[in-house]
């Protein structure tokens, strides 16, 4: 099997995506039926690879993406986490340099303060047509084709289906989102209104952040020289997601 590590992030994340592969290497045929027998499992990883592993057969590739879940109840997982992404919208384009002119001599409560108040402004100004924008090229577009493979640990028990089969990409495709703000001030849920009027939830939730926290932006981080603005869009409720796709007869387990 040939894997590659190269940039792999969290620690229990990559054991998890090795001991998915070790899995595939054994019991892939009996997901992918198309392949035949003469495939290869690549463990891919690092930031620039939206897989984290490719399966390789003469019928062509199938990229995985793996997600690595104490609990289904529990936690969330990324779609988007991109500082691109934020400066291709337009409502959010000014926010990288109102954070220059924050004074990061104050206090960390008062720079944290100032900064959520000009991720929240900005956030205000996010339109039906950006989020479209956003989820089509940053969700979607980066999605189509993939297999996803949420490890749940506490049942011991992988779940296996296709992007292109989820809800959600329907919606996106077909309906309007638009924002639910809650408390927070710089995260509110996204949901979506078909042709009638009807409000559809798919539990995902926008967020605009430092990638690396206020005190990296301050200079007071030893693991961290800087911190920039990211859009992030991340699942909740991923147990909801496996039983919305067990109910349409679309997940594997493994």
């Known amino acids: 099997m040939g894997f590659r590590t190269d940039g792999s992030s969290h620690e229990n994340g990559i054991k998890n995506e090795v001991?998915?592969?070790?899995?595939?290497?054994?019991?892939?045929?009996n997901l992918f039926p198309n392949i035949g027998h003469g495939y290869q499992v690549i463990l891919k990883g690092g930031t620039q690879n939206k897989a984290d592993v490719v399966?390789?057969?003469?019928?062509?590739e199938i990229p995985i993406s793996i997600k690595n879940k104490k609990s289904l109840k529990a936690g969330s997982y990324d779609y988007v986490n991109s500082s691109a992404a934020l400066k291709n919208c337009v409502p959010l384009q000014s926010i990288p340099s109102k954070i220059k002119l924050v004074d990061i001599t104050q206090s960390?409560?008062?720079?944290?303060?100032?900064v959520s108040n000009i991720l929240n402004n900005a956030m205000k100004g996010i339109t039906s047509s950006s989020l479209t924008t956003i989820l089509n090229e940053h969700v979607n577009a980066k999605n189509r084709g993939m297999v996803v493979i949420i490890s749940d640990r506490q049942n011991k028990?992988?779940?296996k289906f296709n992007f292109d089969d989820m809800p959600l990409k329907y919606s996106i495709e077909n309906h309007t989102p638009k924002l639910k703000w809650g408390r927070g001030k710089t995260s509110a849920k996204i949901v979506f209104e078909d042709n009638c009027g009807n409000i559809l939830d798919h539990n995902i939730r926008i967020r605009v952040v430092l990638n690396n926290g206020i005190k990296a932006l301050m200079g007071l981080s030893k693991s961290n020289k800087s911190s920039n603005p990211v859009i992030k869009i991340q699942q909740d409720r991923v147990n909801k997601v496996i039983d919305n796709l067990v109910a349409i007869n679309k997940v594997q387990t493994f």
């Open 157 to 159: 028990t992988d779940y």
């Open 108 to 114: 960390v409560p008062t720079v944290r303060k100032e």
């Open 19 to 29: 001991r998915v592969a070790n899995k595939l290497e054994q019991i892939a045929t």
């Open 55 to 60: 399966i390789v057969s003469n019928s062509g």
